[in-house]
């Protein structure tokens, strides 16, 4: 049997251990730095995800056969570039791909330079250069990004003059986002549904899983603040095949040549954040890693073995195995704390799970949970659960989903009533 330590302590990282619970291959399981919910099916440790020499000696400790790297920063810095130098197999893009996510400016030069679809756009690091740019295209929207990491907030849609002068002074002089922010990028207002495309590759072979679709606003009806993801559902009804198949020629094979022939081969999980618009399918966004709350609908209609994937993925043998997904569709609904993104209290208690931290009838994903010493469930963050469940439709699969939600309680909890409302108005 083969043991696994996993880097990270989300929703997203509870669905791997989960999942990778599920393999035959599969012998002990450890997380750092975990949570409540991780701690039941993974013995967790105290190390950050984000401390290179803290994991790289866990791991020298621990002797796993694999290492699987997922949260975006420790990937950015160089941490599977470290877990490989010291020998070990790991799941996860070297520091040189890895920029696909950590700079806008290198993803959007990429696009430029191979032909891939995405919005116009153009690169700035002075803020008088940049406000001059936007008074003289006077368009509105107006988007605005800045170029590194910025805990997915580094994203504003200015809807006038006045928002993105703001944002750029914010961005470019008071280094909102330090400096990530000192150079960003202005780029064309897109519109159309967006489609969350991940995809196992091993620089050969590309091979996108189940589409997704994510809720990123803390309001119903898409409205108020970006959050890290309110619900997602898989399959996302605007992904037809055909959009599938221009989404393959046109951009999924084209990225993975380009990083090659960087010579910045990306091994691991390739996330496409795309548009459909009305001049096609267009790239919002890259991510080096899997997505969080849409790994959490994508995992669970896996049929293949995780860890077959993941070591055919590390050994660049992709082609060689195939991977299967279940009918029907998946939801996750987000239980986040009052007040989430913005500020909010934690430490309360979590009432209608039980002892595994899970809810009858759904898959409960721990995003922000930890478990005291009285063996309670307690809320330890922003998103809190993300409440899973699979049906034979989208419709069923919010039923239970929701059902599941309706039994767990806290103070102050907060959920969209309305994740897949949009996705099945397309279905009708
Ligand atoms: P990102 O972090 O790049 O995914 O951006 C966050 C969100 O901002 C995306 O999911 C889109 O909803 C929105 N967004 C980003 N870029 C654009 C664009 N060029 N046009 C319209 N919306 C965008
Ligand atoms: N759900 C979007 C992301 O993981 O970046």
């Avoid at 003289?136 to 003059?161: F, H, R, T």
């Avoid at 928002?163 to 064309?188: T, Y």
């Avoid at 619900?231 to 989404?247: F, V």
Wanted: hydrophobic share 35%; proline share 4%; glycine share 12%.
């Amino acid at each position: 049997m083969k043991n696994v330590l996993v880097i990270g302590g989300g929703g997203r990282e509870h669905a791997i251990v989960m999942k990778l619970a599920e393999s035959k291959h599969v012998g002990k399981i450890y997380c750092t730095p975990g949570n409540g919910g991780i701690s039941k099916y993974a013995e967790c440790f105290d190390v950050g995800a984000t401390d290179i020499d803290g994991v790289v000696k866990l791991a020298k400790e621990l002797k796993p056969d694999m290492v699987v790297v997922t949260p975006d920063d420790p990937l950015v810095m160089g941490m599977a570039d470290a877990l490989q130098a010291e020998g070990f197999l790991t799941f996860g893009p070297k520091e040189n791909a890895a920029i696909i996510e950590g700079s806008k400016v290198f993803s959007k030069n990429l696009m430029k330079k191979y032909g891939i679809p995405t919005a116009q756009c153009e690169v700035f690091t002075e803020s008088e250069k940049a406000v001059e740019y936007l008074k003289k295209q006077n368009k509105y929207p107006a988007v605005i990004k800045a170029d590194g990491l910025a805990l997915g907030k580094g994203v504003i849609i200015a809807q006038n003059e006045k928002e993105a002068v703001n944002a750029v002074h914010e961005m470019i002089d008071d280094l909102k986002f330090g400096k990530s922010s000192s150079r960003i990028v202005i780029e064309e207002f897109l519109t159309g549904p967006e489609v969350s495309v991940l995809s196992f590759t091993d620089g050969k072979t590309v091979v996108p899983m189940i589409s997704s679709m994510d809720h990123k606003r803390i309001g119903e009806g898409d409205t108020g603040l970006n959050t890290g993801g309110m619900g997602t559902l898989s399959p996302n009804p605007y992904y037809t095949p055909e959009i599938a198949k221009e989404c393959m020629e046109k951009i999924f094979i084209p990225t993975v040549n380009a990083m090659n022939a960087e010579g910045r081969t990306f091994e691991g999980c390739l996330y496409f954040g795309l548009m459909i618009t009305p001049d096609g399918v267009k790239v919002i966004e890259y991510n080096c890693r899997f997505g969080d709350p849409e790994t959490q609908v994508v995992l669970p209609m896996l049929e293949t073995d995780l860890y077959e994937i993941f070591e055919a993925v590390c050994q660049h043998r992709l082609d060689e195995i195939e991977i299967k997904w279940r009918g029907g569709s998946c939801a996750c609904v987000i239980i986040a704390s009052g007040g989430y993104p913005e500020k909010y209290e934690k430490g309360f208690e979590i009432t209608g799970l039980d002892d595994m931290g899970q809810a009858h009838g759904c898959e409960v994903f721990h995003a922000g949970t930890k478990l005291d010493g009285d063996g309670k469930f307690r809320t330890n963050g922003g998103r809190v659960l993300g409440v899973t469940a699979k049906g034979e439709s989208l419709e069923d699969a919010l039923v239970r989903a929701y059902a599941g939600v309706e039994k767990i309680g806290f103070s102050g909890k907060y959920f969209r009533r309305d994740i897949g409302q949009r996705a099945l108005k397309a279905l009708k």
